[in-house]
């Protein structure tokens, strides 16, 4: 699948002060005494407080009349301005207030930044995308728009028949490497993964118009229904004068459409939404059109449902808005994906490799809204080492919706995509992803060059290792085998505490930037946050990445071992990870 990257009440008065105080600026925040050391309770929700809709915006537009001050305090240039984006706030009262940067007034790529500050508003660190202030030649550019459209469709190799107009390109200051240039962002269109109407950006210096990045902008993979892969499940639906739609106002307004096989460069050409005068939707075939709508809904649903009581969040962009969603996208099309230009997710059919069973299953739902829920926290640009990040985030929180949703027709289990049909029988494998001959269990210096839906192997690596340890089991009725990249062997923390520290990770530390090393610095400041500095938790989190060989393992503690949550495993043989490719 293809993917894209594009507080409350009680700390307003804090925030609204319009004062900050600078204790300190580092890469990652100051450990925090959010846990004992050696506990292994962690915080609700990962540590933050729930928040309405209207606390958050107040203490977003707040933030932002503190970003002068803090883009002081920073030591950013003077031609530099703070955009507020999103604000955290956790149960003692820290924040961790979300910005992008802006260079006279151009989007600056790469200089996304977070700051986090102590209750009272002293700021205990930062990280930062870019280091440092922005400093340019100039920003008037050599090329013009159509100059840099032309040289962007020479350089665009995620497509074929590529086109973009002048109006498809944007100037912007590229800081994604340690020197800022001014650049073009141009958007290119034409054949590729996702289909016919396939989008990617390309960066292009403005000057000599050289390639400075290119990526894929699709981000891709109470009435009662019957879907194709979930089965009979209940189903939130609005009754209307005439019947009733597939409209979940117990989700944020979340409407399912037929696509009606628009093409995916208009999906809502023909599109309308489901409705009927009864409340009974879907055959559980693809004979009845409704039927991949249930699955659609009801993966949404439980999505929603696992962010908001797992980590108090209320939808992908926490405001409590829900995304719209397209059923029967195009024809033939064998893949799902996200866009944040539209705050939409789609879901083709399948085509003749799968059987025509639509993209439409539990994990593969859950894991196109967790690319926007990467999209609204650290938006990792989806190339290098950072994209791998973007789509095992996707992998890791797709995984655990289908052990949430606890359905007896798709039970959890660590591989993706097991329920497509697919020849091999499932698209990955997060204990094993060197079982499908192309991801990475290992990284290796070159997995920035790799596809990002196989260097995505090593996070996926990474977090079946902290959750579940080494060792052979049955999870879901499937075979697993953690098996390390350095033949060590240890127990995990269990797959909800793992993932608490993943989601910390992402949503406070990560930045558009981060890549490998740079995210297990983020998880181990975020097991330190829940569990403790000296916990036996955030030990077997470095235990965790030394084993997919990113850095070394931590001292141990001895502080015990950490009681995973039960997944009831049984031993079975399988084939171990047979290294990087």
């Not at 100037?171 to 290119?188: D, N, Q």
């Not at 034409?190 to 390309?202: F, H, L, W, Y």
């Not at 290792?465 to 995990?492: P, V, W």
């Amino acid at each position: 699948m293809n993917r894209k990257n594009t507080l409350a009440a009680g700390v307003a008065a804090a925030l609204a002060l319009g004062s900050v105080t600078m204790l300190a600026t580092q890469s990652t925040a100051a450990p925090r005494p959010t846990a004992a050391a050696g506990t292994s309770v962690a915080p609700p929700g990962a540590g933050f407080k729930a928040m309405t809709a209207d606390t958050r915006d107040e203490a977003i537009r707040t933030a932002g009349r503190n970003a002068a001050a803090t883009a002081r305090e920073l030591g950013l240039g003077p031609d530099e301005r703070l955009v507020a984006k999103d604000v955290l706030i956790d149960a003692d009262g820290a924040r961790h207030v979300r910005y992008d940067r802006t260079y006279r007034g151009l989007p600056v790529i790469g200089g996304d930044l977070v700051v986090h500050l102590a209750e009272d508003g002293t700021i205990t660190g930062s990280d930062l995308a870019h280091q440092g202030a922005i400093r340019i030649a100039g920003t008037t550019p050599k090329l013009t728009a159509a100059d840099a459209s032309a040289k962007a469709v020479k350089h665009a190799r995620h497509v074929k028949k590529a086109k973009a107009g002048s109006k498809d390109s944007t100037l912007v200051v590229y800081a994604v490497g340690k020197i800022p240039v001014l650049a073009y962002r141009s958007t290119v269109t034409g054949e590729g993964e996702t289909g016919p109407a396939s989008r990617q950006a390309v960066i292009v210096d403005a000057t000599s118009g050289a390639a400075l990045d290119q990526y894929e902008l699709h981000q891709t993979v109470t009435g009662t229904g019957n879907g194709v892969t979930v089965g009979q499940v209940s189903i939130e639906t609005t009754q209307t004068s005439s019947g009733y739609t597939l409209t979940d106002a117990a989700h944020g307004g979340t409407i399912i459409y037929d696509s009606y096989n628009s093409p995916q460069s208009n999906p809502r050409q023909n599109a309308r939404a489901f409705s009927k005068t009864t409340n009974s939707w879907g055959n559980g075939t693809s004979s009845s059109r409704e039927s991949a709508a249930v699955d659609a809904s009801y993966g949404l649903a439980k999505t929603w449902d696992y962010y908001k009581n797992s980590f108090n969040r209320s939808g992908i962009r926490n405001n409590g808005s829900g995304a719209p969603a397209y059923v029967h996208v195009d024809t033939g099309l064998l893949n799902a994906f996200y866009d944040d230009n539209c705050f939409c997710m789609f879901f083709g059919d399948g085509s003749s490799q799968n059987s025509n069973t639509p993209v439409t299953t539990l994990d593969v739902a859950a894991h196109e809204m967790s690319h926007g829920v990467t999209a609204a926290t650290a938006n990792l640009t989806y190339s290098g080492e950072s994209g791998g990040l973007n789509e095992a985030t996707s992998d890791i929180f797709g995984t655990m919706v289908e052990f949430y949703a606890n359905n007896t027709g798709d039970q959890g289990d660590y591989y993706i995509g097991e329920k497509l049909n697919m020849s091999g029988g499932y698209m990955r494998r997060m204990d094993n992803p060197a079982a499908d001959g192309n991801s990475l269990s290992c990284w290796t210096s070159s997995a920035g060059s790799v596809d990002v839906h196989y260097s995505s192997g090593i996070g996926n690596h990474f977090f079946y290792l902290a959750a579940e340890g080494t060792g052979a089991k049955t999870i879901g009725g499937r075979s697993h085998n953690g098996t390390t990249c350095n033949n060590d062997t240890f127990s995990g923390i269990g797959k909800d505490k793992a993932a608490a520290v993943w989601y910390r990770a992402l949503s406070t530390y990560m930045t558009s930037t981060t890549n490998y090393a740079g995210a297990r610095t983020a998880t181990l400041q975020a097991a330190a946050d829940l569990y403790g500095t000296n916990s036996q938790e955030r030990y077997l989190v470095s235990k965790a990445w030394a084993a997919v060989s990113v850095g070394t393992a931590l001292p141990d503690p001895g502080t015990g071992t950490p009681t995973p949550t039960p997944t009831d495993p049984t031993p079975s043989p399988t084939t171990p990870p047979s290294g990087t490719r």
